[in-house]
T-cell receptor, first 113, second 111 residues
Framework: EADIYQTPRYLVIGTGKKITLECSQTMGHDKMYWYQQDPGMELHLIHY???????EKGDLSSESTVSRIRTEHFPLTLESARPSHTSQYLCASSEIGATGELFFGEGSRLTVL | KNQVEQSPQSLIILEGKNCTLQ??????????LRWYKQDTGRGPVSLTIMTFSENTKSNGRYTATLDADTKQSSLHITASQLSDSASYIC??????????FGAGTTVTVRA
């Protein structure tokens, strides 16, 4: 069982609100990721981090921002949510290396009205 | 165009029957290929990893195959159970460790 946790699991908010999705892992992994998942579509990488104070944008352009102040914590923030941000957000972590197994959290489903 | 294509998009099978899922990729160079299982409302969990030199690998009732020459992989589920109902995602790692995801195959097992 992977030790990576996301909160909230479900969130319904109005347009213009600021939200933060939390992600924590207890495995000591250096690499952490945020993916966006829509029904019937492949996962899209929106942010990743190689370690503390490292953050990079992924393949899919996103208006969200991330921070990595501690190894175990990788929160994602939307300053002003819009209906187009409605999606499932998956956090993951992995060890740095070739085999690269991803350990995923259970996801945060965001609905913006 | 996605570099990892999965088929079928979805399938329904009766409990106890077998099924095979396909994954074709164009990622090059190739490092490894993983199959993940994603239950509804949960995050994906790795089932198997295939490297260039491996042809077949089993994990219980799940058997993955890899043909690196034709860039094809399959996941075979034997004697399906209701708990096998899930989405199965093929993920290919390239030479730079960049990951390419398939859109997944949704399997529904009916009693």
């Amino acid at each position: 069982e992977a030790d990576i946790y996301q909160t909230p699991r479900y969130l319904v908010i109005g347009t213009g609100k600021k939200i933060t999705l939390e992600c924590s892992q207890t495995m000591g992994h250096d690499k952490m990721y945020w993916y966006q998942q829509d029904p019937g579509m492949e996962l899209h990488l929106i942010h990743y981090s190689y370690g503390v104070n490292s953050t990079e944008k992924g393949d899919l352009s996103s208006e969200s921002t991330v921070s990595r102040i501690r190894t175990e914590h990788f929160p994602l923030t939307l300053e002003s949510a819009r209906p187009s941000h409605t999606s499932q957000y998956l956090c993951a972590s992995s060890e740095i290396g070739a085999t690269g197994e991803l350990f995923f959290g259970e996801g945060s489903r965001l609905t913006v009205l | 165009k996605n570099q990892v294509e999965q088929s079928p998009q979805s399938l329904i099978i009766l409990e106890g029957k077998n099924c095979t899922l396909q994954c074709n990729y164009t990622v090059s160079p190739f490092s490894n290929l993983r199959w993940y299982k994603q239950d509804t409302g949960r995050g994906p969990v790795s089932l198997t990893i295939m490297t260039f030199s491996e042809n077949t690998k089993s994990n219980g009732r799940y058997t993955a195959t890899l043909d690196a020459d034709t860039k094809q992989s399959s996941l075979h589920i034997t004697a399906s159970q209701l708990s096998d109902s899930a989405s199965y995602i093929c993920v290919v790692s390239g030479g730079d460790y960049k990951l390419s995801f398939g859109a997944g195959t949704t399997v529904t097992v009916r009693a």
